[in-house]
């Protein structure tokens, strides 16, 4: 794991890549900055977290990272050990973690029981959307570090991953005063949503998905096949995260939508 702090020796914001070795974007996000450091007006902690993974290209070595949280320092796999590691570097700071999927093209971020230091943040992203990912957290970092806000950048392994994530880390530290803001193009308050429940698919030979995230499908609608088996809906709801084989199990999850990023102090109340 390394670990580079610019703008100070406490840092309360931390910049994470690299959780999964096979996600570069947030890996060459940082490097960029590390290449050439602006002038920092807080300070803030950037990390490339499973170099072994990442040298290997692949998604892990022995245990899915962002599944092991909050680790195990004498655990028995590599994962669990890191795992541990970064709960204990991040501490309480406010954390800023980078990934990218096969299920969609543009950006969203995801959070988990967001306190007064998340919400601002979110307002100053250009995300297409946020999630609220509920009781699904699953051993990700937000179990150790509650005030990490997770963004998914692109297409795993795109170049335009990479500019998205650049542009968002940048956003980040302009929202939390690490760096001035940037000036973003005025647009529509990102909407908010909270997942519901995993989507499983049956075993098969190949999959398809008919459904575009965040958009609604609706009750009785199919939106994805196994085989020739296809899936339809039995209520109305949102995907997220939904892709033919991002997932070995499950196509993706449901979702209610709640309002927008711009409601949220309302919405939490």
């Avoid at 670990?3 to 060459?28: K, Q």
């Avoid at 990442?54 to 599944?67: K, P, S, T, V």
């Avoid at 541990?84 to 299920?103: G, I």
């Amino acid at each position: 794991m390394r670990v580079e702090c610019l703008g100070g020796t406490e840092p309360e914001l931390a910049v994470v890549g690299g959780i999964h070795g096979d996600e570069p974007c947030g890996v060459n996000a940082i490097e960029r900055i590390l290449a050439d450091p602006p002038e920092f007006e807080r300070a803030v902690q950037f990390i490339i977290v499973n170099e072994e993974a990442i040298e290997a290209d692949r998604r892990y070595l022995e245990e899915d990272l962002n599944r092991a949280f909050p680790g195990d320092p004498d655990g028995p796999t590599h994962e669990s050990r890191l795992a541990a590691r970064l709960t204990e570097q991040l501490d309480d700071c406010l954390t800023f973690s980078m990934h990218s999927t096969q299920s969609y093209d543009g950006t969203f971020a995801l959070i988990h029981e967001p306190d007064d230091r998340v919400t601002p943040v979110l307002k100053g992203l250009s995300v297409d959307a946020v999630v609220d990912v509920g009781s699904h957290s699953d051993g990700r970092l937000f179990d150790a570090v509650p005030t990490t806000i997770e963004v998914e950048c692109g297409y795993q392994g795109s170049e335009q991953a990479t500019e998205n994530a650049s542009r968002l880390v940048r956003e980040f530290l302009g929202a939390t005063g690490a760096l001035s803001p940037v000036d973003r193009a005025r647009r529509e308050p990102a909407p908010l949503f909270r997942l519901d429940r995993q989507i499983p698919k049956d075993k098969a030979s190949s999959y398809s998905v008919y459904a575009s995230n965040f958009e609604l499908v609706a009750a009785g609608e199919p939106f994805a096949a196994a085989d020739d088996r296809e899936v339809s809906a039995d209520e109305p709801f949102y995907p997220v995260l939904m892709s033919p084989y991002g997932y070995e199990a499950v196509f993706g999850y449901t979702a209610q939508l709640l309002g927008t990023v711009e409601e949220f102090d309302k919405l939490a109340e």
